[in-house]
């Protein structure tokens, strides 16, 4: 196996080099008047990335951690949620309401489609006494992407709390937290991020905070009032990992060099000329392009060419690791992520490489006709 790889799964994802060299400067203590200062740049920075002007708090676990931290500090046993599941992680989401002892309603709208707002509009209207809504913004199982402005509507306008999980696309994909009215928005570290595992932050609306007040669950190393009182003194609860404190200063540094709007036409580039190549080469794309995930692209298995065995293939002799698919999509599909540390080079790799393993498994591929398809979209001339 050769030593240079690539790997494109949606999490962990590369981390850029500024990101580890500033990971590896000498500890420091998280309660001296460094982590303090170094907190508060994160803090002013991360707002930014959620679109909001509450505090956004970081958490040292993984991004499954901050969701169980948002159901938590808001479920308690008897009450009632709506689930919005469009496949394996908002499956997860729902799951860990369940083990709080809420009644969840889940709605599952299938593996590859988006929520359904008439739906939800349906839902809300007409079993009221939700406590919460859970969505998920980008359904990284499937490479769809939900309609969060859409579902923070609907859901304003009712006592309920809209629950978020952006794991893999806060930091690739456009939130406005406030503006479109998320009461809980979680990521994580190690997808869009550009970090290693190990992060969850967590934005919390004044609407969420009246209810977290209130809740009777039991939360300890999750208690967001904890988390609240040490933020006033730009502190964490517990001891934080300040490691990955360090790294996200930096990665927060280069998206707003980049600009955040930047930071977003380029992951839609990179799906565009995904979706184009995966296309061209007349493979199946699961999501279709109204709901396609600008940060992950999932691609249906051939007809005899199983997706483990290409990705087998891949890993083997390219170094290019693709995800597998979860869940009822196992074996199924493959996905090819475009998030966090990506470019157009990335994408022609991939590209590349999924045109040769196709050819090794005695599919009758075009050499090149993926890799230009996206070279056409990369240079504007796929119009
Ligand atoms: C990766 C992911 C998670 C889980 O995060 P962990 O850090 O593995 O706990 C949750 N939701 C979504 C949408 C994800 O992509």
């Known amino acids: 196996m050769q030593e240079k790889q690539y790997l494109m799964i949606p999490g962990p994802t590369p981390v850029p080099p500024s990101v580890v060299a500033a990971m590896s400067r000498p500890m420091i203590g998280h309660r001296s008047e460094d982590f303090a200062a170094l907190h508060r740049r994160i803090q002013e920075k991360i707002r930014q990335v959620f679109q909001t002007s509450q505090e956004v708090f970081i958490m040292t676990n993984s991004g ?14 008897g009450d009632r949620v709506l689930a919005l599941v469009t496949g394996n992680f908002g499956e997860r989401f729902a799951n860990i309401a369940r083990a709080y002892g809420a009644e969840v309603d889940e709605v599952n709208f299938g593996w590859g489609n988006p929520v359904d707002l008439s739906v939800v509009r349906e839902k809300l209207a007409g079993s009221p006494g939700y406590k919460a809504v859970l969505a998920t913004q980008n359904e990284t199982s499937t490479g769809v992407l939900n309609d969060i402005a859409g579902i923070g509507a609907l859901v304003a306008e009712t006592p309920a709390l809209l629950l978020v999980d952006g794991v893999s696309g806060v930091g690739g994909i456009e939130i406005k937290m406030d503006e479109w009215q998320v009461d809980i928005l979680v990521t994580a570290s190690q997808k869009a991020m550009m970090l290693p595992p ?19 669950s039991p939360r300890f190393y999750f208690s967001l009032p904890a988390a609240k009182k040490a933020l006033a003194k730009w502190n964490t609860a517990y001891t934080p990992n300040v490691a990955l404190f360090f790294g996200l200063d930096a990665a927060l540094d280069m998206m707003l060099a980049e600009g955040l709007e930047n930071v977003y036409r380029r992951h839609l580039l990179l799906a565009k000329a995904t979706r184009a190549a995966v296309r061209a080469l007349g493979l199946s794309l699961l999501a279709e392009d109204h709901c396609a995930s600008p940060t992950v692209t999932a691609v249906q298995s051939l007809e005899g060419i199983a997706a483990d065995d290409l990705r087998k293939v891949l890993k083997e002799e390219f170094g290019i690791t693709f995800a597998g698919g979860q869940g009822i999509l196992k074996g199924k599909i493959f996905r090819i992520a475009h998030m ?27 050499l090149g006709k993926g890799v230009r398809a996206a070279q056409e979209v990369f240079l504007g001339r796929d119009l």
């Open 64 to 77: 499954t951690g901050g969701l169980e931290a948002a159901v938590a500090n808001v479920i308690s046993p």
């Open 198 to 216: 190990g992060l969850a932050m967590i934005g919390v609306s004044p609407k969420a905070w009246a209810v977290i007040e209130e809740n009777r």
């Open 340 to 366: 966090g540390y990506a470019g157009k080079m990335d994408v022609l790799i991939a590209i590349s490489g999924l045109e040769m393993a196709l050819a090794r498994l005695g599919y009758p591929v075009e």
